[in-house]
């Protein structure tokens, strides 16, 4: 079975940095894209961006480019996203999810979400 | 890379069907036939509903149905039910391995 785990819920304050953690099990995970997904408080989902583990190939959404980094280590099945300076307006569930690798580009598995709480 | 365009709300009463449209533009919907739908019960991570315009993945009834005519994608869910109740929301391919989601619909049996 795929799945997706993520790390636990954060809490931080405004400038601070962070990396959150997306576990793939079950699957060759360097074959198969990752990609991050926010969703704000009582808002939609938004594609930020999708890494390749295989390679490290990465490409964001204008909307993220600079303002986040995503990799992975394909060593331990394992991608992330990270923050180098937090906004209170990160504040939001973050989901990883997995490209489908028949061809037709969808995200066939999430992760369960990781909320990302940043107040002074 | 603006959302794809989907109405905020749509209703029904249980057996009844809904249809959501979303609209793009030429450089995602119309261009490719990778449109995505996925449902969100409240409080829990989005679930794939549809993928490649109109595909089914196992597991999920044949109630819901997908299509697209130009740069508009629409879902349909036919023979509603209590369970059905949940925010939906599609996403298309946008090229060079970017994509776009929809701003989402809530779905309401009434």
């Known amino acids: 079975e795929v799945q997706l785990v993520q790390s636990g819920a954060e809490v931080k304050k405004p400038g601070e940095s962070l990396k959150i953690s997306c576990q793939g099990f079950?699957?060759?995970?360097?074959?198969?894209?990752i990609g991050w997904v926010r969703q704000m408080p009582g808002k939609g989902l938004e594609w930020m961006g999708i890494?390749?583990?295989?390679?490290?190939?990465?490409r964001y959404s204008p909307s993220f480019q600079g303002q986040v980094t995503i990799s992975a280590d394909k060593s331990i099945t394992t991608a992330y996203l990270q923050w180098s300076s937090l906004k209170a307006s990160d504040t939001a569930i973050y989901y990883c999810?997995?490209?489908?690798?028949?061809?037709?580009?969808?995200?066939?598995?999430w992760g369960q979400g990781t909320l990302v709480t940043v107040s002074s | 890379q603006s959302a794809l365009t989907q109405p905020r709300s749509v209703s029904g009463s249980p057996g009844q069907s809904v249809t959501i449209s979303c609209t793009g533009t030429?450089?995602?919907?119309?261009?490719?036939?990778?449109v995505s739908w996925y449902q969100q019960p409240p409080g829990k991570a989005p679930k794939l509903m549809i993928y490649?315009?109109?595909e089914r993945p196992s597991g999920v009834p044949d109630r819901f149905s997908g299509s697209k005519s130009g740069n508009t994608a629409s879902l349909t869910i036919s023979g509603l039910l209590a369970e059905d109740e949940a925010d939906y929301y599609c996403?298309?391919?946008?090229?060079?391995?970017?994509?776009?989601f929809g701003g989402g619909t809530k779905v309401t049996v009434l």
């Open positions: 999810v997995r490209l489908s690798g028949d061809g037709y580009n969808s995200y066939d598995s």
């Open positions: 079950g699957y060759s995970f360097p074959s198969y894209w």
């Open positions: 890494v390749y583990p295989s390679d490290s190939d990465t």
């Open positions: 030429s450089s995602d919907v119309g261009a490719y036939k990778y």
């Open positions: 490649g315009v109109s």
């Open positions: 996403c298309s391919y946008a090229g060079s391995y970017t994509w776009v």
